[in-house]
């Protein structure tokens, strides 16, 4: 099994940063990168970002590109996503994910292909 713990969440005012983080424990090996999902209060869990661990390809939604950017750690584990130029639409709970396998890049964005979930991390951004 996997183990997934996001920490960084909190309140932020628009314009401003926060620094999420996802550290992965137990059987890590079996993991083929990290990404972030969010949800909003009444919406459905949309993606955000995704790395692969063997190399640093990164995958993003348009919302937040140019703001978000992903990062990891292989030797601690963990994925960074540092939030910039915060929006109040950018509130919402974040979770990191981790897929065993993704056969196509353009399967990064698809929740379904996630086998691992944290507990997520609340963001909010006020204006």
């Known amino acids: 099994q996997v183990q997934l713990v996001e920490s960084g969440g909190g309140l932020a005012q628009a314009g401003g940063s926060l620094r999420l983080s996802c550290a992965a424990s137990g059987r890590t090996f079996r993991t083929y990168g990290m990404g972030w999902f969010r949800q909003a209060p009444g919406k459905e869990r949309e993606f955000v970002a995704a790395?692969?661990?063997?190399?640093?390809?990164?995958y993003y939604a348009d919302s937040v590109k140019g703001r978000f950017t992903i990062s990891r750690d292989n030797a601690k584990n963990t994925v960074y996503l540092q939030m910039n130029s915060l929006k109040p639409e950018d509130t919402a709970v974040y979770y990191c994910?981790?897929?065993?396998?993704?056969?196509?890049?353009?399967?990064?964005?698809?929740?379904?292909?996630?086998?691992?979930w944290g507990q997520g991390t609340q963001v909010t951004v006020s204006s």
């Open positions: 994910a981790a897929p065993r396998i993704i056969w196509f890049n353009s399967k990064w964005s698809y929740e379904s292909e996630y086998d691992y």
């Open positions: 790395i692969r661990w063997s190399n640093p390809t990164t």
